[in-house]
T-cell receptor
């Protein structure tokens, strides 16, 4: 029973290059969330997607960042023309439903992708 | 604006003693509060949650207390074990916000022998 799978785990990009981070949700989960953790900070919500739909992208930077969750395949977080400030850990999480269960929010996080921009 | 605050960046406790991690929030619309544990280079792992209509939830060595009037919650770990050494994040979910969580900045807990 595989958990949330993220790859690559570590990615180094030069300024101006593109970064693509992939996330495969847990089996049976159709809701995906991306969070970013900058150094010395907590995780911050970026975007919430269902298959082929962006539900909430209120945490996404206005430029250079995009996310998709196609009908087939993993969710992709794409960062164009990376800058040093994009260096962070990017966590994907998934849930079976978009809403909370009787126990509260039930999302499961992957192990993260660490992006370093040099 | 930091809606969920963890004012202690670090805490050191002796093995066997109680660890108390604190969290304050400003948004009265939060519906659920959660604690996550995170080891270096890994993703956060869910520990325990509490609904805003309750004031206490217990699960084994972990107990979360919620004081709504003070907008404060705390996580008690007793007895503390060396394997509990990790960063602990407090998180909150707004009413109707589903799984869109707001996280605090974390507290590094070190349990010493």
């Amino acid at each position: 029973n595989a958990g949330v799978m993220q790859n690559p785990r570590h990615l180094v990009r030069r300024r101006g290059q593109e970064a693509r981070l992939r996330c495969s949700p847990m089996k049976g989960h159709s809701h995906v969330y991306w969070y970013r953790q900058l150094p010395e900070e907590g995780l911050k919500f970026m975007v919430y997607l269902q298959k082929e739909n962006i539900i909430d992208e209120s945490g996404m930077p206005k430029e250079r960042f995009s996310a998709e969750f196609p009908k087939e395949g993993p969710s992709i977080l794409r960062i164009q023309q990376v800058v040093r400030g994009d260096s962070a850990a990017y966590f994907c999480a998934s849930s079976q439903k978009g809403g909370v269960s009787h126990r509260g929010p039930t999302i499961y996080f992957g192990e993260g992708s660490w992006l370093t921009v040099v | 604006d930091q809606q969920v605050k963890q004012n202690s960046p670090s805490l050191s406790v002796q093995e066997g003693r109680i660890s108390i991690l604190n969290c304050d929030y400003t948004n009265s619309m939060f519906d659920y509060f959660l604690w996550y544990k995170k080891y270096p280079a890994e993703g956060p792992t869910f520990l325990i949650s509490i609904s805003s209509i309750k004031d206490k939830n217990e699960d084994g060595r972990f107990t979360v207390f919620l004081n709504k009037s003070a907008k404060h919650l705390s996580l008690h770990i007793v007895p503390s074990q060396p394997g509990d050494s990790a960063v602990y994040f407090c998180a909150a979910s707004p009413r109707g916000g589903g799984n869109k969580l707001t996280f605090g900045t974390g507290t590094q807990l070190k349990v010493e022998l």
